[in-house]
T-cell receptor, first 117, second 112 residues
């Protein structure tokens, strides 16, 4: 079945350092989504990438979708204490050609980010 | 305010005692699903529903049941809970074809 692997599982950084989490799928994806879950909270949608090689930015966050649409990354520049939480990728794949059926969204294991002040 | 609500938020129960976790959304979303979150395993889908009276198994459906009699509600039923179902459960909804998931606040379930 479809698998989405995410690394690292944990990342501890000093405030101001950069952070990157990587997501790899065993199959080609239709799109990939990223979510953030604050400690004690629920996952919140950040962004969706659809096109091969797509790069999107949200302030200090940079999201990339690989050329083969099988991997993705989230990079945070100059982390702040407000960035703490778990970051999940979620890969979307349609079971049938043409995308007429509802897609299956598979989440990665998540990367837990700790930022030390 | 657009939201997904879950009840209860916390539940401690004993093995074998049937329980239901409710989920409701006010966004008229067609798609709803249940996930469980366990350390190191991320979010795993239990069941999902594409619309009223249409449900299907996710990746870890064993020991769970769902129903979708109304568009806004998608309860999760544990007929005979076991300790391995101790977990954090999230309900989520999305619009048909959009796939951006709106998550509820979560239900922390402990089965002793």
């Amino acid at each position: 079945g479809q698998q989405v692997m995410q690394i690292p599982q944990y990342q501890h950084v000093q405030e101001g350092e950069d952070f990157t989490t990587y997501c790899n799928s065993s199959t080609t994806l239709s799109n990939i989504q990223w979510y953030k879950q604050r400690p004690g909270g629920h996952p919140v949608f950040l962004i969706q990438l659809v096109k091969s090689g797509e790069v999107k930015k949200q302030k200090r966050l940079t999201f990339q979708f690989g050329e083969a649409k099988k991997n993705s990354s989230l990079h945070i520049t100059a982390t702040q204490t407000t960035d703490v939480g778990t970051y999940f990728c979620a890969g979307l794949k349609f079971p049938n050609a043409g995308g007429t059926s509802y897609g299956k969204l598979t989440f990665g294991q998540g990367t837990i980010l700790t930022v030390h002040p | 305010e657009a939201q997904v609500t879950q009840n209860p938020r916390y539940l401690i129960t004993v093995t074998g005692k049937k329980l239901t976790v409710t989920c409701s959304q006010n966004m008229n979303h067609e798609y709803m699903s249940w996930y469980r979150q366990d350390p190191g395993l991320g979010l795993r889908q239990i069941y999902y529903s594409m619309n009223v009276e249409v449900t299907d198994k996710g990746d870890v459906p064993e020991g769970y049941k769902v129903s979708r009699k109304e568009k806004r509600n998608f309860p999760l039923i544990l007929e005979s809970p076991s300790p391995n179902q101790t977990s954090l459960y999230f309900c989520a909804s999305s619009r048909q074809g959009i796939y951006e998931q709106y998550f509820g606040p979560g239900t922390r379930l402990t089965v002793t």
